[in-house]
């Protein structure tokens, strides 16, 4: 389904260079999954899985946030978002086999995915980085685009003219590694053109136990 892929920093993915962006480690697999592939993964995550939306607190107000989601890991994958604690649903086949599948090719470990479902052009994720303390100093995320392609964008935190876009087209796979979380933000911003739906599926390692002292995910 997908060659093997190294993730040490510094180096080169089998199908992808990293980007230029400095304190980075972020690279591209256009065509990770075969078409077929991603076209049956889209239907069986949209009609399968429980999606919600998700409430959170954005400038001291409670709001319904811009996009569907729905949270999948292990028992003890569990995490405290804007006073909520979320419980993961249990993980359900094709999940199961696409994370197996990343983590032989990888050679990471994953305890957990965020599925997030954007609807329309008007669903969005704002900017922020997945530096929470749960997920350790040098994070790998591993983040599978289904459907309609999106624009991805990267800035740095302190360096303004250190940013790029990626187009994630469907069935890409985006790395990030290193220092790319401690330095960078990323966002998939609202746009205007008429796009269909996508879903994006981000793998993660969340340390166990830390969601008692109420982490936060996103």
């Known amino acids: 389904m997908s060659p093997s892929i190294s993730t040490v920093p510094n180096r080169t993915a089998a199908n992808g260079e990293p980007l230029a962006l400095p304190g980075a480690d972020v690279r591209l697999l256009p065509g990770w999954l075969q078409a077929t592939d991603a076209d049956a993964l889209l239907s069986a995550l949209q009609q399968g899985l429980p999606w919600e939306v998700h409430r959170i607190r954005l400038f001291g107000r409670v709001v319904d946030s811009p996009r569907l989601s729905c949270w999948i890991g292990d028992p003890d994958a569990v995490y405290r978002y804007s006073g909520t604690r979320f419980e993961p649903y249990p993980w359900p086949a094709v999940l199961a086999e696409l994370r197996e599948r990343l983590q032989a090719g990888t050679g990471a ?52 003219g250190y940013r790029a876009g990626l187009p994630l087209p469907h069935g890409s796979l985006l790395l990030m590694a290193g220092d790319t979380q401690r330095n960078y933000r990323h966002a998939l911003p609202r746009t205007a053109k008429p796009v269909g739906e996508r879903i994006n599926l981000t793998f993660r390692w969340i340390a166990p136990g830390h969601h008692k002292g109420g982490a936060r995910v996103v």
């Open 109 to 160: 470990r994953f305890n957990s995915v965020l599925a997030n479902r954007y609807r329309d052009g008007r669903d969005a994720m704002g900017w922020h980085s997945d530096d929470e303390p749960e997920l350790g100093p040098q994070p790998l995320i591993a983040s599978v685009s289904l459907g309609a392609e999106r624009r991805f964008l990267l800035k740095h935190r302190r360096e303004p």
